[in-house]
């Protein structure tokens, strides 16, 4: 939260700056320290990041190629669900495609992309939270809504016949 906050006042640039910075003064000062406790001979003076430094983050060519279909598959099938969107294969679906775009630029008029992301992390943590503490009188509200809507389709539909049927 504190990240995305200081994106709202700051550019990408100097947050990933300032991080940075932070995470080498701390692991420099505890190097540094390590040193120290060597030269009192109070320590071994090993690095103490070595385990990290260790480690193998490398994939197996298995894994790799598991990896890299997967990406292929998704490269792939995004670009050709935008290539069918775009270039209007099927009318309707572009029409929604449009309009979807037509409804973010109200939001975008309204919101920054980086206030939305923050409403969407405070979100995530609010609403279950409200949810347990008021769990009866929302699902109360929410079976109420159910009902109704149920109660509307019911309606459309026993009115869709009749409509036909004057039709003929």
């Known amino acids: ?35 120290a406790l060597q030269a009192l001979h109070r320590g071994e003076g090993k690095n103490p990041f ?9 994939l197996s060519k298995e894994q790799l190629e ?9 490269v792939t099938s995004g670009t050709k669900s935008l290539q069918r969107l ?6 309707v679906e572009s029409i929604k495609f ?14 920054n992309g980086l206030t939305l992301l923050i409403l969407g992390v405070i979100s995530a943590f609010t609403f279950p939270l409200l949810y347990r503490q008021h769990q009866a009188q929302i699902d109360q509200y929410v079976g109420l809504v159910r009902n109704q809507l149920s109660n509307l389709r019911a309606k459309m539909l026993a009115k869709l016949p009749t409509a036909k049927a004057k039709a003929e």
């Open 1 to 35: 939260m504190v990240a995305l906050l200081c994106l709202l006042h700051f550019s990408i640039i100097s947050v990933a700056s300032y991080v940075s910075l932070a995470a080498l003064a701390v692991t420099i000062s505890l190097r540094v320290y390590s040193k």
């Open 50 to 58: 070595q385990a990290q430094l260790d480690a193998d983050f490398g």
């Open 66 to 74: 598991r990896l890299t279909e997967r990406v292929v598959f998704y």
């Open 86 to 91: 775009f270039l209007v294969d099927d009318l």
């Open 98 to 111: 449009a309009f979807f775009f037509y409804i973010l630029t109200y939001v975008g008029a309204v919101f």
